[in-house]
Nanobody
Framework: QVQLVESGGGLVQPGGSLTLSCGASGFDFSHVEMMWYRQRPGKEREFVAQIGENSDYFHYDDGVKGRFTISRDNARRMTYLIMQNLEPVDTGVYYC??????WGQGTQVTVSS
């Protein structure tokens, strides 16, 4: 079955960095665009970043541009979200998603001193 599993979340201080990973199975990973979304407390789930099939396309929400980087490794069937200069407003559950509509269960990111 289609499966997306996020990992790497945790507690980090403001200004710190964290890298999230998403392992994928059950679909043709190398021909499917990947995305990251997040849901912050009291807010709707929102788009964060997107990457093309061969790392040939990138798109970011304006609020994370310059701080977050999305990447993928098709051989490993993995996608990553590298987060830098984290702020308390980045706190939330981060979800991996593919262009076919499959979602992971999410991983918690908490930015707090």
């Amino acid at each position: 079955q289609v499966q997306l599993v996020e990992s790497g979340g945790g507690l980090v201080q403001p200004g710190g960095s964290l890298t999230l990973s998403c392992g994928a199975s059950g679909f043709d990973f190398s021909h499917v665009e990947m995305m990251w979304y997040r849901q912050r407390p009291g807010k709707e789930r929102e788009f964060v970043a997107q990457i093309g099939e061969n790392s040939d396309y990138f798109h970011y929400d304006d609020g994370v541009k310059g701080r977050f980087t999305i990447s993928r490794d098709n051989a490993r069937r993995m996608t990553y979200l590298i987060m830098q200069n984290l702020e308390p407003v980045d706190t939330g559950v981060y979800y991996c998603k593919n262009e076919e509509g499959a979602w992971g269960q999410g991983t918690q990111v908490t930015v707090s001193s």
